[in-house]
């Protein structure tokens, strides 16, 4: 089942998330082929990272429990708010990939 990660970091936080990202990203390079997409949620800048978008396919809402209690950012303390929720997708990515 694939589960939709919204992660909004606390206030101030973007230290933080500068300094444990290397690790954030390595984490996320276990589950590499789980992914359907992920990246941080951004201001209208397009730079100021403000949280995190992950969709990720989990056995179950378990595993996805399991994960995101062990993933870096949340281990430091980073994301004021958590939101899991299952997610369909019902639509083909046309957009929003980067250039190769």
């Not at 954030?24 to 100021?48: C, M, N, S, W």
Request: hydrophobic share 50%; proline share 7%; with cysteine.
């Amino acid at each position: 089942m694939i589960f939709a990660f919204h992660l909004i970091d606390r206030p101030d936080a973007g230290d933080l998330r500068l300094c444990v990202r290397p690790e954030h990203k390595a984490y996320l390079a276990l589950v590499a082929e789980r992914i359907a997409f992920a990246g941080p949620l951004t201001a209208d800048d397009g730079q100021t990272m403000l949280g995190s978008l992950l969709v990720i396919d989990f056995e179950d809402r378990a595993a996805a429990m399991q994960w995101i209690a062990e993933e870096p950012f949340t281990k430091a303390g980073l994301y004021q708010t958590v939101s899991i929720l299952p997610f369909t997708n019902l639509w083909p990515q046309k957009a929003g990939f980067p250039a190769a």
